[in-house]
């Protein structure tokens, strides 16, 4: 029989760890006096002892490294956890490769500049947002309502029948179209609620009578006579991480911080400009006055 300090010795498991494993019934003594409450191992626990210590300084959770002693599977359970570190360890360094993405991409100067615009007539499909989205994730709700994260052919799709119902309706869609966010109307400080627009500019909006543009799904606006303040990003082939905030709205942010101007509910609007995918211009911006 050993002692919890040969014991400890000779596996080279700590006296502190052999207590807690025992109150954890992961590693329990051999036998335990019942007055002077010492532990004592028989040499037959040596073996577990030492398993336990490789499992855990593999960082092994305990409770699988005591089910690999109880059910005599030490190897399937170091293999399933070599598996899952390896599946960490991609995940941050995807996170990794991501982060230094963005970075690069934030030093890089972007251009922003004040325009003076008339008036902007729009049709715009209008997306509510879920509750529960992740801002940080810059997902939005599908076309159809289901409240999950957009792929491109999803706004694809409803640029295109937007652009389909502005030439049926005789509004002359124009080029520009942008996307932007706002607060719905009836929101309050309680119960905020976010919209997506996919927004189209066209030449007239339409009669004012016809319901069909103003269902809350689709809307007919104008933007009136404004002073836009612009951020202009070039892409110049770089691949920004999914879900990452646009350098061009971090620009726009910091013009606005320099110019001392605090917006109250912005809507910012941004337009991707050109077909070829190594040379990509993004423009952000909001209406200062």
Known sequence: MLTIGEFANTTGISVKALRHYDETKALVPY???AVTGYRRYAESQVRDGALLQALRAAGVPLPSAARALRDGDAADV?????????????VEDAAMTAADA???????PVL????RLGATPFVARVIPLPADLDAAGGGVARGDGAGAAPSDEDANREFAELHRRGVEAGLEPGPGFWT?????PGSTARASELQMLFCWPVA???EADDESWHDGR????????????VAVWRSHGADLPEGSVHPAVVALFDALAERGVALTSPEVRQR???????DVVVEVAVTLR
């Open 78 to 90: 170091l293999r399933h956890h070599r598996a899952e570190v390896v599946r960490k360890r991609d």
């Open 102 to 108: 963005v970075l690069t991409a934030f030093a890089r």
């Open 112 to 115: 922003v500049e004040e325009r």
């Open 218 to 229: 689709i809307l007919a606006d104008e933007l009136p006579p404004r002073t836009d303040l």
């Open 180 to 184: 932007s966010f706002r607060e719905a």
């Open 204 to 206: 007239r909006l339409p």
């Open 31 to 33: 036998e335990v006096d």
């Open 272 to 278: 991707v400009i050109g077909e070829d995918a190594n």
